[in-house]
């Protein structure tokens, strides 16, 4: 089969399409023909090793010190089920699901084994392969992180970051839960995030909104380009700081998690179940979800997709169509 294996870190092009052997499932496996993938941030981080230098160490040994553990990158993806192992009772030939594959990575390729009690459902009915295969990653954090905040329907959220792929998704859950939402982004954006359903939009290429008097129960910092301490102000008392990139506090956040009653939820993975996944698939089957897709590109084109996505811009998701007409 067709896979996109990289052999060591590096620019985009160190990633190169190859044959490799074709994947047998195991007994609680299902065995997944790969119809779409994406390009996420951390796919990004693990081909680069681009990481906090705290998080050095801890990094080069999940990834691999001299060079990459696995060779295959792709953290999220949709497909058809083509054959299940012999336990395997959720599952069956012919199911379209799509999944996370963020422990293992391996969604470049054409062929997919995954474990059937793990962050894999039956894809909504209303999207395409490509579409549902961007959901996964960004969704589930979005969901998991207000969740866990402990929001509640009236509170106020402001989003930094809302167009991307974590932050589109983290506006319209907090919308779904009843918050009041404000969405960050720059001008271009700023039409995307009111249709997502934001109640308010800033423009911070023009509008300076740490200098206003509102103050939020959480903040939501999808990109990690905020200040902190400017964050910190407005932020009531008892509210939660939400960063999804900063793996590790800083001496910062540390003093002010000791010396006040503010909340800090820093980056982490979702747990490793379909149950965040069934949640998502009935909201955007009840048309409460929306995905927002950047651009799509064809298996081949995997070096141009990550140098876009390396740029830092990309609005919501990119897309790999591992087969086409997805």
């Known amino acids: ?6 052999t060591r870190y590096g620019p985009p092009d160190v990633l190169e399409v190859t044959q490799i052997e074709k994947p047998i499932p195991k007994d609680n496996e299902i065995l997944v023909k790969v119809k779409a993938t994406t390009v996420t941030v951390a796919d990004i981080r693990s081909r680069s090793f681009t990481v906090p230098p705290a998080f050095w ?7 691999g010190f001299r060079q990459p553990k696995k060779e295959i990158l792709g953290m999220e993806l949709a497909g058809e089920v083509v054959s299940v192992g012999e336990k395997v009772k959720k599952f069956k030939q012919g199911d379209q699901v799509f999944a996370a594959s963020l422990v293992g ?29 961007a959901v996964p990653i960004g969704a589930r954090t979005a969901l998991y ?4 905040a402990g929001l509640k329907s009236g509170q106020s959220v402001l989003v930094y970051g809302a167009s991307g792929s974590v932050g589109s998704y983290a506006v319209q859950i907090a919308k779904y839960l009843g918050a009041n939402v404000t969405g960050v982004c720059s001008t271009k954006n700023v039409e995307l995030v009111k249709s997502l359903g934001a109640d308010k939009v800033i423009d911070y290429t023009t509008e300076d909104f740490f200098s206003t008097d509102e103050t939020y129960d959480i903040i939501f910092e999808a990109v990690n380009k905020s200040s902190f301490s400017a964050c910190m102000k407005l932020l009531k008392n008892n509210g939660t700081y939400i960063n999804v990139t900063e793996p590790l506090p800083t001496v910062q956040m540390l003093w002010t998690k000791w010396t006040s009653s503010k909340k800090l939820l820093l980056s982490r993975n979702p ?4 149950e965040a996944l069934n949640f998502l698939k009935e909201l955007i089957e009840m048309g409460k979800l929306k995905v927002v897709i950047d651009r799509s590109y064809s298996f081949d084109e995997i070096v141009e997709a990550h140098r876009y996505v390396e740029k830092g811009h990309k609005r919501g998701n990119v897309v790999i169509n591992v087969e086409q007409n997805n």
Not at 1 to 6: E, F, G, H, L, S
Not at 271 to 274: D, F, K, N, R
């Open 105 to 133: 990575f391996g969604a470049y390729a054409e062929y997919k084994c995954l474990d059937e009690d793990g962050p894999v459902a039956i894809k909504p009915s209303n999207l395409t392969y490509g579409e549902a295969a």
């Open 271 to 274: 747990p490793e179940t379909s």
């Open 57 to 63: 160490l801890p990094a080069r040994i999940t990834l």
């Open 1 to 6: 089969m067709k896979a996109i294996v990289y």
């Open 145 to 148: 992180f207000l969740k866990k």
